[in-house]
Structures are given as structure tokens and as C-alpha cells.
């Protein structure tokens, strides 16, 4: 289902929360919206899904306005389903029990499947691993067994939009990261048109098709992950999906040149005019490195964090602190003198996008 949305803007009050979204969602992607919390992006799901009336702007689900002027179409008479945050379970009711309820009351369920729902569910508890649990209760499944339930519930239905509300907050790391993979092999059996809330970066660069990221109820940047993280549109998403130190100087072509105190220029191709004519240069902290060696820039290690094969440096120098990640065989002691250089473009993977 393609998903169309022109110049939506919302209020609570006297807070503006959405100004003049507008974007165009294709039929089958997976696209999240990025942003710190309080930046818009659940309302505007919410919008989408018509839980919220929009204050401006109009919504279309296929061509068709389902929100917007005096249009607004219930929730229930929108082709989609939702996973959110808390899970949002029945105590009362069994893993097989959550699937059939769908399945009885969505309008958009295939005739023959509300009559004869058995095959359906058989089969998405068997695509969802659930079949030796569905006999269970949510207090009787763990965790992660609690949002597939989540998933299945929302997908049996084969919905043509599945809405995600920071469906994986509630789990540990480890979960995580194992149902970013169930999500998005239920992308691809299903093919629905997903959108995914998040404000977990990691989450939204493995995942999406397109990423939209929001701030102050504005979008930002609309891209690809690779875009997004290589070619940051402005300071904030610069700092917010790479965590990039923000240097100012000048620029001359793809030389930028700044003074601590001494005259430094470095060479840093795909940089975006917007943040040239800014004096900005957004610099990620694989894209620096240290040595012990005099003749680049002067600093003193603050603060060192293991991460495994990397180590992240806090180094202190005169234009600012500046995060650098290095391997972790590269070691270097609080309090040491070292200099920062940046590395060979071709050594950050830059030039590939």
C-alpha cells in the first residue's frame, strides 16, 4: 500500500509538534522514523493511523484521503496493523487465541480466511516459530516470545501497512538484535509497507529501506541508510545517527582548513554544500585516528571507553573535544599526549557511497 502525506502539522495546545510533513511512501518499503524522543515521530504514526486528527494536511492510504479537512477515517476502517511499544497482549487469552481475534473483527481479512481462519494461523504461528507455545499465556512466555506474539498478531492479517511503535525498547540488547532479523524476514514473506519508530540508530541504519530522520517536529533528512550516515544533511543528523565531531573552518572545494592554533587542512570529499557554506565539517570518530607522533593535531586523552575491538577516546584539544574511534591493539593511557590525523578517505568506506 503506498502511503501519501501532505503538509500534515499538529498542535497540543500551544505546542507545535508536526510542521508541514510531507513525504511519499511506496508500496512495500520499510521506512522508520528516526528522532530523539519528543521530536513528533509517534504522533505522526499516530496520524497515520488515526488515532490523532491532523490539524493540517492531508493523509492518503492508496489515493484515497483518509485523514485530513472534515475526512477522517477510523482506525478500524484503515488497511493496517500495529505493534507497539508495551506489547499490548490479552492476559486472558492464548498465543492461538491472540491470532484468531484479528482475523475475526479486521475488515480488510479475505472472506474466506474469516471464515476458516485455522489454516492462516497454523501457518503464521509455524512462520513465527509460536506452534509449541501457542497454548500459552502472555505471563507464561518470555520476553521475546511476547513480541512475536506482538508480530504474529499484527501480521496475520497480512495488513497493507504494519505500523511499529518502538516495538523493541523493552528488550535486552541481545533480543534485540535477534528480532531486527525476525522483522525483517517477516518483511519479506509479507511485503507489507512497514513504518518503524524508533529512536535507536542502530536500529533504523540495519533495517530500512529509507530512513526519515525528524527533529522538532520536522523531517530533517530522507534517505538511505548509507546516505543518511555518510552524508549527513545538517549539524543535528550529523550528531545524532554517526555521533560526528562538528569542526569549524573554511572550506575551499574539498580542503577544509581550521587553526589549533596552527593551520591544519584536511582533505574530506562528500560533504554537503549545506554544511560548507556553514563552515562545518562533520567528522565520524572511525574517521580519525591517533598517533604518538608529532606533527598533527595536539591533544590529551580524557577518557577512554573498552568496546571491544574498538576503544573510544574522549581527546581534549584546543578547538574542543572530539570522540575517536580506534582498534582496541591501538592503546593509548588518560592523561597521554597524542595527535590526530584524519585517515585515508578510502579507509573509512566513503568513497563507496
Not at 510533513?21 to 504514526?45: E, M, R, Y
Not at 544533511?233 to 575551499?252: C, H, I, Y
Not at 585515508?344 to 568513497?351: R, S
Request: overall charge positive; proline content about 6%.
Amino acid at each position: 500500500m503506498e502511503i501519501k502525506i501532505e503538509g500534515v502539522g499538529k498542535y497540543f495546545g500551544k505546542t507545535e509538534v508536526l510542521r508541514n510533513i510531507s513525504l511519499d511512501i511506496s508500496g512495500g518499503q520499510f521506512v522508520s522514523l528516526l528522532g530523539p524522543s519528543g521530536c513528533g515521530k509517534t504522533t505522526l504514526l499516530r496520524i497515520i493511523a488515526g488515532f490523532e486528527r491532523p490539524g493540517t494536511g492531508q493523509v492518503y492510504f492508496d489515493g484515497v484521503v483518509v485523514s485530513g479537512g472534515t475526512e477522517n477515517l477510523p482506525p478500524e476502517k484503515r488497511n493496517f496493523s500495529m505493534v507497539f511499544q508495551s506489547f499490548a497482549l490479552w492476559p486472558h487469552l492464548t498465543v492461538r487465541e491472540h491470532l484468531r481475534f484479528p482475523l475475526k473483527h479486521h475488515r480488510f481479512v479475505e472472506p474466506e480466511i474469516h471464515k476458516n481462519p485455522r489454516r492462516r494461523i497454523e501457518e503464521t504461528l509455524e512462520i513465527m516459530g509460536l506452534s509449541p507455545l501457542s497454548d500459552r499465556y502472555p505471563s507464561q512466555l518470555s520476553g521475546g516470545q511476547r513480541q512475536r506474539v506482538a508480530l504474529a498478531r499484527a501480521i496475520v492479517v497480512r495488513p497493507g501497512v504494519l505500523l511499529m511503535d518502538e516495538p523493541l525498547s523493552a528488550l535486552d540488547a541481545g533480543l534485540r538484535l535477534a528480532m531486527r532479523e525476525e522483522i525483517q524476514r517477516i518483511h519479506r514473506i509479507c511485503g507489507c509497507t512497514i513504518l518503524y519508530v524508533t529512536h535507536d540508530q542502530s536500529e533504523a541504519l540495519a533495517m530500512s529501506d529509507r530512513i526519515l530522520i525528524m527533529n522538532n517536529g520536522a523531517i530533517e533528512q530522507n534517505g538511505s541508510s548509507a546516505d543518511i550516515y555518510y552524508r549527513p544533511a545538517t549539524p543535528f543528523v550529523a550528531q545524532f545517527v554517526s555521533n560526528s565531531n562538528l569542526l569549524k573552518g573554511e572550506w575551499q572545494g574539498d580542503i577544509f582548513s581550521f587553526d589549533a592554533p596552527a593551520r591544519y587542512r584536511w582533505t574530506v570529499p562528500n560533504v554537503r554544500d549545506a554544511l560548507k557554506q556553514k563552515g562545518i565539517c562533520p567528522l565520524r570518530p572511525d574517521q580519525l585516528r591517533l598517533t604518538s607522533k608529532p606533527g598533527e593535531l595536539p591533544g590529551v586523552v580524557q577518557n577512554i571507553q573498552f568496546q571491544g575491538r574498538d576503544n573510544h577516546y574522549t581527546v581534549s584539544t584546543q578547538i574542543g573535544k572530539l570522540r575517536i574511534h580506534i582498534p582496541e591493539q591501538e592503546r593509548y593511557e588518560v592523561g597521554q599526549q597524542v595527535f590526530i590525523s584524519l585517515r585515508g578517505y578510502a579507509e573509512t568506506g566513503g568513497l563507496a557511497v
